[in-house]
DNA sequence: AAATATACATCGGTTTCTTATGTATTGATC
DNA sequence: GATCAATACATAAGAAACCGATGTATATTT
């Protein structure tokens, strides 16, 4: 199963900014496979979705990047600046919390109000 | 703390749906206040996001309506079609997956792959 | 040699939400 | 009894974010 499209929106950001922080750096492709493993195919980032997040990131100075080549293929490798790392650790708090927020409202069996 | 809106994108539908199977039938402004007070205020939908999707959805056949005036004072009640009865259960349990799966990606400290 | 995988990038269109605006009634406060 | 807040609907322009397609090129597998 793959989860509805509009489900994952909005979450993209974290993803990327929480596998950074466990992975020191990354480069966009290793990124849409590491997510594509780890959740069993369930999430998959498309590349459409993945590059200009980015870039994005990287102008807002959270992330910085460096270009490397294996053989004549290019990789260009992100890693958190300061920000970054703070604003990783932030968005993963406030996920943690909405999940709660969710769970308990998408729990409830009877009137609590 | 108020969830920031890229967040909840995506999660409106969910919410109207499992909320209207607990509830039986609710109106637009009821589920504001609803979401508000389950949410302890984090999170708060909006009218310009909340009707247009109410609307969608009775388009759809997914949900169904009755008015009713209080005084002079119109209420639009909804209702889960059989349809929405259905898409109500899909979407609460896609979500609860999807839940878990984030969690396992937000949580990971080592490289398990 | 052909197909698949790796690796980047951009762009048009769609969906979804935000912010603002508009109308009107009802209840509370002063 | 006037004013403000709450109740209750609705729409509409613009922004944000993503999808799907397309494009380029190299490397690996079959």
New interface residues.
Partial sequence: ?I??S??????L???IL?LLR??GRMYGYEITQ??K???AG??QLTEGALYPSLHALEAEGILTTETEYIGKRMRKYYSLSKAGSTLSQEK?S??????Q??????D??????
Avoid: H
């Avoid at 406030?94 to 999940?99: K, L, S």
């Avoid at 927020?101 to 998408?106: D, E, H, P, S, V």
């Avoid at 409830?108 to 109000?113: E, G, R």
């Fill in positions: 199963m989860y509805s509009e489900l994952i929106k909005g979450t950001k974290t993803i929480k466990d992975q590491k997510v493993d780890l959740t369930k999430i993963v406030e996920f943690a919390d909405f999940i927020t969710m769970k308990f409202l998408l409830i069996k009877t009137d609590l109000a």
